[in-house]
Each structure stands twice: as structure tokens, then as C-alpha cells.
């Protein structure tokens, strides 16, 4: 039922928010040199890397790691406002609808955090899809803490339902959590 609710919600959602997504990928592209997306592999379910599309907030050439890893001159100021309205946050969905991710579960993590794989292996996260959003994003936990980043994910993982999901799913809609902690 979470797949197909997922597979449902994202084909609405670009059915409706195509014009948004148009005007964002222009503006980006206008705003600094490089491509509107930006694509990066991430650790999905059963630690099977894949490519998560998200627009692009930082500048290109940017370091390869988690946005509180990031110094915030990268990000462009474009991209600080993608961020705060979660704009950047949009192109997942082709990522939902492909089976990739979730609407809600752990955020997916970047190859190259040993730590947050490690983490969440021994505690047996990575046995459902990542999402877009999810409890641990709307507690303000990201990925610089990966104990508690773990621990909070297990906590999903053992108590998910779809009245959780909703709630979710309409918190972060709503603008809740801070996301990654990224100071820009």
C-alpha cells in the first residue's frame, strides 16, 4: 500500500507542480553557470546506490558531501531560497515514482559517509526505501550526528504507519523541520 500511495502522490504532484518545476529549473539555470539539476548517488534500500535528481543549490564544483559538511559560500543565493521554501526538494519525486525513494523514510546519505552507513547497518535501516522527508528532518537530526541520525531512523522504520506518513508528509508541506544543517 506505501508504494502505491507513494507512485500516486508523486504522479499528482508533477502533474501539478510541472509549471513550478519549469520556472525553478530556468531560474536556476539563469542564476549561475551550470545544469538546473543537479544528480548525485546516494544509499537507497538494501544499500543499493542510486542517482537522486535534486535541483542545483550550490555552485558547481562544489565538494561531494552532506550539506552540513558544506561551507555556505557554495550555495548559491538562488539556492538558499530553494532550500527555505524546499523547492530544491521537488525532483525526488521522479525518484519515488522510478521506486528509488519513499515520500517518507530516512534521507538517503552519500556514498562516501561511512559513518551514517555504519549506523544505520547495525541497526537495520536501510530495509526500507529513503524518502524525501521524514522524522528525523523535521527533529532538525542531519546527517553530522549519525548515532542519533540512526537511532531516529530505526525509530521510523519500527513504528511507521500511514497516518504517521500523512502527518509527515503534511508537517514538512506545512514548513516544518530545519532540514540539513546548512548555515547560509
Not at 32 to 44: E, H, I, K, N, Y
Request: with cysteine; charged share 20%.
Amino acid at each position: 500500500m506505501k508504494r502505491l500511495f507513494d507512485f500516486t502522490v508523486a504522479a499528482i504532484a508533477l502533474a501539478l507542480l510541472w509549471p513550478v518545476m519549469l520556472a525553478t529549473a530556468i531560474l536556476v539555470r539563469r542564476s549561475s553557470p551550470g545544469g538546473a539539476l543537479f544528480v548525485q548517488p546516494r544509499v537507497g534500500r538494501y544499500e543499493m546506490p542510486f542517482e537522486c535528481y535534486k535541483f542545483r543549490t550550490m555552485a558547481v564544483g562544489a565538494p561531494v558531501a552532506g550539506s552540513h559538511a558544506v561551507s555556505s559560500s557554495w550555495v548559491t543565493p538562488l539556492g538558499r531560497r530553494l532550500r527555505s521554501a524546499k523547492l530544491d526538494e521537488l525532483p525526488p519525486l521522479f525518484n519515488v515514482l522510478r521506486g528509488d525513494m519513499s515520500l517518507v523514510g530516512p534521507r538517503p546519505c552519500l556514498l562516501n559517509q561511512p559513518a551514517v552507513i555504519e549506523a544505520r547497518r547495525k541497526r537495520n535501516v536501510f530495509g526500507v526505501r529513503p524518502g524525501i522527508t521524514g522524522p528525523a528532518q523535521l527533529a532538525a537530526i542531519d546527517m553530522s550526528t549519525p548515532e542519533a541520525l540512526a537511532e531516529a531512523d530505526r525509530g521510523y522504520v519500527d513504528s511507521q504507519s500511514f497516518v504517521g506518513d500523512l502527518r509527515i508528509i503534511l508537517s514538512t508541506t506545512l514548513g516544518g523541520g530545519a532540514g540539513d544543517a546548512a548555515r547560509y
